[in-house]
């Protein structure tokens, strides 16, 4: 399928609250693949797909699924570590990608991993961006415009002279070389 045109207005993603339609025919893609289980399988995935719910706010991202095992999930942007897009080979045929996000929680696999969104390029870089602002780094430009000659601290400047003082100390008690 062919990529969406990208246009230069910002992405926001909070309008986005529940997954993209093709969702469900991938989750049947998937159960049809299973064989005999696929029965069981789709009403698990079907379950999932009609009870998920996404929420991206200023502090991070939630993600909530379930009836009768419920489960919710929520990122702050600062403690996002990696964020990966991949797109199997019914992925690609859907014009969908699984976004996912990991954490310094200590396990292998991602802490979440976002399913039926559009445009997940987009979201990624929304998510890096959001990362980065959350963390304090700003852009290289930015430094270079804000960057002012610094004064020196009180701290710094009575070190130096604490060190000029042993350093003259020093030479006194060597006295002068025989």
Do not use: C
């Not at 989750?27 to 789709?42: E, K, R």
């Not at 991202?61 to 199997?88: C, H, P």
């Not at 045929?93 to 445009?119: C, F, K, N, R, Y």
Request: no cysteine; charged share 30%; hydrophobic share 35%.
């Amino acid at each position: 399928m062919d990529e969406p045109q990208t246009t230069n207005e910002p992405y926001d993603p909070s309008a986005i609250t529940r997954p993209v339609p093709q969702l469900l025919k991938y989750y049947l893609l998937v159960s049809i693949l299973t064989l005999v289980a696929m029965p069981i399988v789709f009403v698990v995935h079907y379950i999932k797909y009609r009870t998920l719910k996404f929420r991206f706010d200023d502090k991070g991202i939630a993600m909530s699924w379930g009836y009768v095992f419920r489960k919710e999930i929520y990122l702050t942007y600062r403690r996002i570590q990696d964020i990966q897009v991949t797109k199997n080979l019914f992925h690609r045929w859907l014009g969908l990608a699984s976004v996912s996000i990991q954490t310094a929680s200590g396990s292998s696999g991602a802490e979440m991993t976002l399913e039926g969104l559009p445009e997940p390029k987009k979201m990624r870089d929304y998510l890096y961006s959001k990362m980065r602002g959350a963390r304090g780094e700003i852009e290289e430009t930015e430094v270079e415009e804000t960057a002012k000659p610094v004064e020196q601290d009180e701290a710094l400047v009575l070190l130096k002279e604490i060190r000029d003082e042993l350093v003259a100390r020093r030479k006194t008690q060597e006295g002068p070389a025989s």
